[in-house]
């Protein structure tokens, strides 16, 4: 009787272990998915801050040279330079190095702006994927659970059986025995 009573709360452990695997596991990949959402958040938040920079840099850069061009066509109109010739293409050339300075500043914006907004869609994978395998461990430790409880239950049962039956073939069992004591 013992034996058939050991078998049913080893049973129960089981279907509760199983309950409570998945709940963990479930709990485990909301909290996953929450911290990579976070952190998906901080990484385009600071691509919108690297965007929101990057248009306030070239706003200043094109003032600063533009600033710097007129004082060198003013420095060249005081010499009395005319407007072609050496003065004129040395003062070209500069524009276009400033020009290319301040375009390959924004690419250099533009490229890290789209790396951190990479991140964030890495961030939220990695987060989906570990969410995922918190599951699937979750239910691999439910699938154990259950599968020891009945283990235990079915280990009683067989100990209980095995009981009557020593108990017939030594001729110690009587119907309803066990209710005498």
């Given at each position: 009787?013992?034996?058939?009573?050991?078998?049913?709360?080893?049973?129960?452990?089981?279907?509760?272990?199983?309950?409570?695997?998945?709940?963990?596991?479930?709990?485990?990949?909301?909290?996953?998915?929450?911290?990579?959402?976070?952190?998906?958040?901080?990484?385009?938040?600071?691509?919108?801050?690297?965007?929101?920079?990057?248009?306030?840099?070239?706003?200043?850069?094109?003032?600063?040279?533009?600033?710097?061009?007129?004082?060198?066509?003013?420095?060249?109109?005081?010499?009395?330079?005319?407007?072609?010739?050496t003065p004129m293409a040395v003062m070209?050339?500069?524009?276009?190095?400033?020009e290319m300075d301040i375009q390959n500043?924004?690419?250099?914006?533009?490229?890290?702006?789209?790396?951190?907004?990479?991140?964030?869609?890495?961030?939220?994978?990695?987060?989906?994927?570990?969410?995922?395998?918190?599951?699937?461990?979750?239910?691999?430790?439910?699938?154990?659970?259950?599968?020891?409880?009945?283990?235990?239950?079915?280990?009683?049962?067989?100990?209980?059986?095995?009981?009557?039956?020593?108990?017939?073939a030594d001729g110690s069992y009587e119907?309803?025995?066990?209710?005498?004591?």
């Amino acid at each position: 009787m013992l034996n058939l009573v050991t078998g049913g709360m080893s049973l129960a452990a089981g279907i509760m272990g199983r309950r409570s695997a998945k709940k963990e596991a479930r709990r485990k990949a909301r909290a996953l998915r929450a911290m990579a959402q976070y952190n998906a958040k901080v990484k385009e938040m600071e691509a919108r801050s690297v965007r929101e920079t990057m248009g306030a840099e070239t706003t200043r850069a094109y003032k600063s040279k533009r600033r710097q061009m007129a004082t060198q066509r003013a420095a060249f109109s005081k010499t009395g330079a005319v407007s072609s010739g050496t003065p004129m293409a040395v003062m070209l050339e500069q524009a276009t190095e400033m020009e290319m300075d301040i375009q390959n500043q924004r690419r250099n914006r533009m490229l890290q702006e789209q790396n951190l907004r990479q991140q964030a869609k890495t961030t939220r994978y990695e987060g989906e994927m570990g969410a995922k395998a918190a599951i699937a461990e979750g239910r691999a430790a439910a699938r154990s659970s259950l599968l020891g409880g009945i283990t235990g239950a079915m280990v009683g049962i067989s100990s209980a059986l095995s009981g009557i039956s020593k108990a017939k073939a030594d001729g110690s069992y009587e119907a309803g025995s066990w209710w005498k004591y």
